[in-house]
């Protein structure tokens, strides 16, 4: 069973979801069948690439503009998701947060996906961003976070260099917008199943368990070809052929 | 848009199905977005390995015996299969044909998918099978066969001296009936729509052109906590996250 999971790297909520998913897995019977694929998602594609200047951002500045709030509202957003992060383990530092683009970091969470460590590469974004204050749109940052987590030094500095898994990315992106993704952490499974938003570990067990219930159920199409009673084109059956 | 073709080697209608798939991708709009892969399904896992003897086999005796037929009448069934296979360019010569024990060319057809030369290798192993009487149970005929197909000669020789790809053939198999696949060809585009024997590409066409239209409709699962209006988990969208 394949779960696709569309994220951001600089996204609270994603990091959140993907707790709630590893928990999911923990109790999901038939975990050891599940494959497992980070998409790309960018929550902001315009963003630059890195942290403008060597101060701290006004992360509550900008929340309180856009909720049309003022700082203690946007501050007591901000306290109610660190403390429901808080409850998955994830200890975010809003305050010392430093946006930029994501679009490099996604491609290096392709090149993960080919060296088999994406999850953890995925990982080691997640809390460079939210927990360490680690400029994600920055080369310097990318290739040192991504070689913590396990991938090749000369590799990664050849993919930052050049424009290698932008394809990939941009197709991930693509497909969002097919399957009407606006925002993530969007769970996908069998390409059949959305689970939107980082919902509880119950609810991705739900959802993992409706998939895998309904995993062989086929839809037959085409019509049987006329003058044949067997429901089905010309088939081989039991080691002998109709005719 | 993913395909599997769940076939066998020893298998008139499973060259007919291939021949007629190929020319459903030839009519299908978006065939370079299909990516086909060539699933294992033994017709008689209890065949022995190799034609014992020297003569030919008696298929219109085989025939006969299976469907309580005399043997004209079994002839008769066998030219029609063989004109039915005509019309998509197949030359079966089932006055040559020597059965055998398919599960070693499946576990070459697996090796072959990772060398990405599966489909050169099904069509030469069913061609061997059914136009030139080649005993496609027997080693010597399968390596002969797969590197004519483009494998590398010492890693075939590897593979039928061993027992790898076996579990990949059984894992086929399992899924086959999962998926309650009783005959083959069986054709499942997405794991989700299965079309059952060799029917027309017409009806191919349809069943791609269905799935196809369908790949972006995704069934939403698990309900919104509690207290949230938004119809979904906790999301980031537009740059911003939803608290």
């Not at 497992?36 to 200047?53: C, I, T, Y």
Request: glycine content about 10%.
């Amino acid at each position: 069973m394949q779960v696709e999971i569309w994220s951001d790297v600089a996204c609270p909520w994603c990091a959140v979801g993907k707790r709630r998913f590893e928990a999911a897995l923990r109790t999901f019977e038939h975990a050891d069948d599940v494959a497992l694929r980070w998409r790309s998602f960018e929550l902001d594609p315009s963003a630059p690439r890195g942290h403008d200047g060597e101060g701290d951002v006004d992360y509550v500045g900008r929340l309180s503009a856009k909720y049309g709030t003022d700082r203690a509202s946007a501050q007591g957003m901000i306290d109610r998701m660190t403390a429901t992060a808080a409850e998955d383990g994830w200890r975010f530092r809003f305050d010392r947060i430093r946006p930029g683009n994501t679009f490099d970091a996604h491609r290096l969470v392709h090149l993960a996906a080919d060296r088999d460590r994406q999850d953890q590469v995925k990982e080691r974004f997640l809390a460079g961003y939210l927990e360490e204050g680690a400029p994600i749109g920055e080369p310097a940052t990318l290739q040192a976070l991504a070689v913590e987590a396990g991938l090749d030094d000369a590799e990664v500095a050849d993919v930052l260099a050049s424009d290698r898994y932008a394809e990939a990315v941009r197709a991930d992106e693509r497909r969002a917008r097919e399957l009407g993704i606006s925002g993530v952490p969007f769970f996908v499974i069998d390409r059949r199943y959305g689970v939107s938003g980082a919902q509880p570990a119950a609810a991705l067990v739900q959802a993992l368990e409706q998939a895998w219930a309904d995993r062989s159920t086929l839809t037959v199409v085409g019509a049987p070809p006329p003058g044949h009673d067997h429901g089905a084109g010309d088939a081989c059956a039991d080691g002998s052929c109709a005719v």
